[in-house]
């Protein structure tokens, strides 16, 4: 491939390790932490949270292997047409894509509440926020990808520096250094803490942990996106391994940690922790409560901004994962070819264009149709762990066809520990959170089909692309030995 028909490799290793970690760090950590301990109990949150932690590791492990032999800004797309069967790269790709564009969508809005928190911003109105943020992502994505680069590198600190804060902050509470007498670990052991649920059966405990799953899983997805930049790597071999290696650290400080301190200081009978699901509520984010019970007056500002600046870097990321895969499947005949155009800052400008146009199409039906708007947004809602499936299963041919081949697993540049247990566990765990996400089926036999619909409205969404792709151009799995390894990515 031609340097003027590819994106350019212009990303440093310090972008790409600030865009992993930066990735799982958002309003899922900022905002419904507190929603899972007040659900599951700390004993429970801090569960879901190590098992999915685990699970993103391994997932990340497995990506990491194929994004370092093969980086591409097709990702699990391109990797599952390669070594599993193109009709299940051409679903993933169009899947995730669609996620993102309403991840963007819903980001955009949630910028507008965010910013409406501040009252003499509530000058302009809310859609006016939402075209001005619109526009500001749409400018950092149409340059070149090191602007992009170099503003998740900073808006990745800000997250990073206000956990650190919020840890070290949490940890002088808990010893009574700030904002009050010595607390310990009281909260612990309040009601029937550390595990809960709806009664005292230990069934009821296990279901209350899987229910929490979900709001983990959902806080992780973004980790991903690494493999989205490999594309644009000036050095994937060095980058790539780099930033995969220090996801079980980040996960283990920003999450693990966050969520002991959280329950150390806030009981889980607190009501401060049931509402925390917007950027609407930001005085009950348990990062607030906890900054202004240490007698911090202006955390909720505080907090506010880091949220925005949160809910901005993800729509940034968004529109830049999204436009990527489009451009990576017109690269590979899986979408119109009109898509691969670049501009001369190496953008995919018609991805871009074509994106934001969708983008803005699903901000006026949000204006105009609730009900609809609904049904778009539950479309959606699994498809970070469908591409996750996507990553385990890829990885897991994708060894499997390199070692069928014969050749030497030493050669591999980066090499993912424990095959084939960690593809295969991360399969496991994301099944159980894929059909755990409707908790009152599974517990109460309650058969709600609006709810059913909207829940796992994603997995049909998936197979009409799947089987539109496999009926039409009639693929099979490929076999092993037919795997093609070569790194040609053109």
């Keep these: 491939m031609s340097k003027e028909n ?10 790409i390790t600030m865009i992993a970690i930066g990735g799982c760090i958002g309003s899922g950590l900022f905002m419904t932490s507190g929603q899972a301990i007040s659900n599951a109990g700390p004993g429970g949150a801090l569960l879901a949270y190590l098992l999915i932690g685990l699970m993103v590791y391994f997932l990340m492990t497995s990506l990491g292997e194929m994004a370092t032999y093969l980086p591409t800004s097709g990702s699990f797309s391109t990797y599952a047409s390669r070594y599993v069967d193109p009709s299940l790269g051409f679903a993933l790709g169009w899947n995730y894509w669609f996620n993102w564009v309403i991840t963007v969508a819903v980001d955009i809005e949630l910028s507008a509440l965010a910013v409406s928190y501040w009252e003499p911003m509530r000058i302009l109105p809310a859609w006016v926020w939402s075209m001005i943020f619109l526009l500001i992502i749409i400018g950092l994505n149409s340059l070149s990808v090191q602007v992009y680069g170099e503003s998740e590198y900073w808006f990745a600190l800000i997250k990073v520096v206000t956990v650190i804060v919020f840890l070290v902050i949490g940890c002088l509470t808990i010893f009574g250094i700030l904002g009050g007498p010595f607390i310990g670990l009281e909260n612990l052991t309040v009601g029937e803490a550390p595990f809960i649920g709806e009664d005292s059966s230990l069934s009821s405990k296990i279901l209350a942990a899987i229910g929490v799953f979900l709001i983990a899983g959902y806080s992780f997805q973004g980790t991903e996106l690494i493999g989205v930049t490999a594309g644009e790597s000036e050095n994937p071999e060095r980058a790539i391994p780099k930033a995969v290696k220090q996801v079980f650290w980040r996960i283990l400080i920003f999450y693990v940690l966050a969520i002991i301190v959280i329950g ?14 917007s950027a609407e509520e930001i005085a009950k984010s348990p990062f607030t409560i906890v900054f202004q019970n240490a007698g911090f007056a202006f955390a909720a500002s505080v907090m506010n901004a880091v949220i925005l600046t949160s809910i901005l870097s993800a729509g940034n990321s968004g529109m830049f994962a999204s436009t990527r895969m489009l451009y990576a499947m017109s690269k590979e005949n899986q979408a119109f070819p009109i898509f691969s155009k670049l501009n001369k800052n190496g953008t995919p400008i018609n991805s871009l264009i074509a994106t934001t146009l969708v983008i803005v199409t699903v901000l006026l039906i949000q204006k105009t149709s609730d009900g609809a708007y609904t049904y778009i947004v539950a479309a959606s809602g699994l498809t970070g762990f469908i591409a996750w499936l996507g990553i385990a ?9 390199y070692i069928k081949q014969g050749k030497d697993l030493n050669e591999l540049k980066y090499k993912a520990k424990w095959f084939p247990v960690g593809p295969i566990l991360a399969l496991i765990l994301c099944i159980i959170v894929i059909v755990g996400q409707d908790t009152q089926l599974i517990t109460k036999g309650v058969v709600d089909w609006g709810a059913i619909v909207t829940t796992y409205m994603g997995i049909p969404v998936f197979l009409f692309f799947y089987l539109y792709h496999k009926i039409k151009y009639k693929t099979k799995l490929i076999p ?11």
């Design 480 to 490: 092993l030995e037919k795997v093609d390894l070569s790194k040609n990515i053109d």
């Design 393 to 401: 299963i890829s990885h897991y041919r994708f060894r499997r066809a």
């Design 264 to 277: 150390l200081l806030i009981p889980y009978t607190s009501e401060d922790l049931m509402g925390a699901a």
């Design 6 to 15: 590819r994106v350019q490799r212009k990303l440093k290793s310090r972008h």
